[in-house]
């Protein structure tokens, strides 16, 4: 069992960065490919970004490449999501999820919703126009 506790979220302007973390108890963190996904008001949750269980990989949805960044540290047990340039249609709740991988799956990285295993309760990204 993983635990995913979501932080960070919160209202900015358009243009402003905002950080999410995603801390992770439980089990070996190091051991989950982990991912952010998010779901907007009256719509179904999205793929934002995804990262492997060493950070060697990571990848994003067009929407937000070039933009927000996913990273680790596999000794806080955590996962950020660094977002630059934030949009109103970034507006939406957040949440990171968990997939456990085999160790020699190093790279491997989680797009689908489905395949995740865990997930955390969500935080609040309001960006205003």
């Given at each position: 069992q993983v635990q995913l506790v979501e932080s960070g979220g919160g209202l900015v302007q358009a243009g402003a960065s905002l950080t999410l973390s995603c801390l992770a108890s439980g089990r070996t963190f190091s051991s989950y490919a982990m991912g952010w996904f998010r779901q907007a008001p009256g719509k179904e949750r999205e793929f934002v970004a995804a990262i492997s269980w060493g950070g060697r990989r990571s990848y994003y949805a067009d929407s937000v490449k070039g933009r927000f960044t996913i990273f680790r540290n596999n000794a806080k047990n955590t996962v950020y999501l660094q977002m630059?340039?934030?949009?109103?249609?970034?507006?939406?709740?957040?949440?990171?999820?968990?997939?456990?991988?085999?160790?020699?799956?190093?790279?491997?990285?989680?797009?689908?919703?489905s395949e995740y295993d865990y997930w955390g309760q969500g935080t609040q990204v309001t960006v205003s126009s």
């Open positions: 630059n340039s934030l949009k109103f249609e970034d507006t939406a709740d957040y949440y990171c999820a968990a997939d456990w991988v085999r160790p020699e799956d190093a790279v491997v990285v989680r797009t689908n919703a």
